[in-house]
Nanobody, 123 residues
Framework: VQLQASGGGLVQAGGSLRLSCAVS????????MAWFRQAPGKDREFVAG????????FYADSVKGRFTISRDNGKTTVDLQMKSLKPEDTAVYYC?????????????????WGQGTLVTVSS
């Protein structure tokens, strides 16, 4: 399974960005998906997850109400719509895939990772 993340960039605080992760190689609908992020000097952390069908989503408290995760099983993509961005959202964002029925919050639960895309939010 190959994951390719895109959509990062520089944005002012209060702005929006949409990240996308294209998945290829195996049946996309077999995988729950998630986005993680890693800020400079910090551990990688869970941001949002979505179940195989897209019917269940999970969010970190820090992004709840501002970020929305979605997937398109026909296009084999998973997106992260980010609004009301804050400087503390600055990080490299990674998409990840797991065969678990629901996406765990621990990065240890994921089988495949994308290469990361940098999001920088200026104040």
């Amino acid at each position: 399974v190959q994951l390719q993340a895109s959509g990062g960039g520089l944005v002012q605080a209060g702005g929006s960005l949409r990240l996308s992760c294209a998945v290829s190689g195996r049946t996309f609908s077999r995988y729950s998906m998630a986005w993680f992020r890693q800020a400079p000097g910090k551990d990688r952390e869970f941001v949002a997850g979505i179940s195989r069908t897209g019917g269940t989503t999970f969010y970190a408290d820090s992004v709840k109400g501002r970020f929305t995760i979605s997937r398109d099983n026909g296009k084999t993509t998973v997106d992260l719509q980010m609004k009301s961005l804050k400087p503390e959202d600055t990080a490299v964002y990674y998409c990840a895939a797991t065969t678990n029925i629901l996406p765990p919050r621990s990065q240890a639960g994921y089988d495949y990772w994308g290469q990361g895309t940098l999001v920088t939010v200026s104040s």
